[in-house]
């Protein structure tokens, strides 16, 4: 039988950014208001989605989507040319993936979509021209929230999971702490983080913040709400990036970010070692995830 031929990928990589999550929640009321009162998003008037929440120049970044079976993060892909080539290679590799509906776009705001299921189980919209406003982002508090800076992701299958971001979508493995890998698909250090674990699904949901100042001002905000800080403030060797992360609804974590470093041209990844000095330079420790714990990381 003769192999089905496939178009080369592009040179700068088909998955040009991480665009929007959506989050599974039985109860999206409550979680509105955090999305708002506590994370400090725009919410979006929309009649096709309730819960949608801007925090930049895209028509959302985070959607409550209320009777989702499962969480899921949008990539978006380069072009049609770049989607077909990457549900063929998904295809032989026997994959989970499928065609949007027509009535799946237009609840994604965009014109296309490849659903995939990794191999650990997590769900990955792979979309074309996702929506962006002609309206100013205008925030719901004064956060100091700039956009939607990066996601974790909890990995059963590393070596399959990893496959999956490389060789087909085009990531780069920018450094490891023990078996976590930091995937950069952009100029930044990384979009998406992948962490050993015995289940899918994230570990967190980060946006990155103005300043240090603002970091700063929201591990008080949340302290003074009590909120549940599950990690830091602290601050990543790897990446640079200084962060807080805390409990949300339906047992979600966020993380306000700042910091996050360019990936230089002559950047080689790097292996840390896996103890909690390289998860957190400052000294904060994580007891309430497992992925983020020391022992897990190796």
């Known amino acids: 039988m003769t192999a089905t031929k496939q178009p080369p990928a592009s040179p700068r ?30 919410h979006v008037r929309s009649d096709l989605e309730p819960f949608l929440y801007r925090s930049d120049q895209r028509y959302y970044t985070l959607c409550l989507a ?23 290679a998904l295809a032989s590799r026997g994959l989970s993936a499928r065609e949007a509906s ?12 490849l659903i995939v299921e990794d191999a650990s189980g997590n769900e990955i919209d792979l979309v074309l021209r996702p929506a962006l406003s002609g309206r100013r982002y205008f925030p719901s508090r004064d956060a ?40 950069g698909i952009d100029q ?4 998406v983080a992948l962490y050993p674990s015995d289940r899918a699904g994230l570990v967190y949901v980060c946006y990155a913040v103005e300043s240090m100042d603002a970091l700063m001002r929201n591990n008080y905000f949340v302290e003074e709400r009590q909120i549940r800080i599950v990690h830091g403030p602290g601050r990543e060797p790897a990446s640079r990036q200084m962060f807080v992360r805390f409990a949300g609804p339906e047992g979600y974590i966020f993380c306000y970010g700042y910091g996050l470093g360019d990936l230089q041209p002559d950047h080689r990844p790097r292996q840390f070692t896996p103890e909690a000095s390289s998860l957190c330079e400052w000294g904060s420790r994580c007891i309430d995830i497992a992925e983020l ?3 897990q990381a190796g």
């Open 13 to 42: 990589g088909p998955a040009i950014q991480l665009c929007y999550v959506r989050l599974a929640m039985q109860a999206p009321e409550p979680a509105a208001a955090f999305a708002t009162e506590i994370l400090g998003l725009q």
């Open 66 to 88: 209320g009777g989702a079976e499962k969480p899921s993060i949008g990539i978006e892909i380069a072009d049609d040319r770049e989607l077909d080539r990457i549900a063929q």
């Open 102 to 113: 027509k009535d799946e776009c237009a609840q994604r705001f965009v014109r296309r979509a």
């Open 144 to 183: 100091g929230v700039t956009g939607l800076q990066g996601v974790g992701l909890r990995s059963r299958a590393m070596q399959d999971d990893l496959d999956l971001w490389t060789a087909i979508l085009g990531a780069r493995i920018t450094d490891r702490v023990g078996e976590i890998a930091y995937l």
């Open 188 to 191: 930044m250090h990384h979009r």
């Open 293 to 295: 714990r020391p022992a």
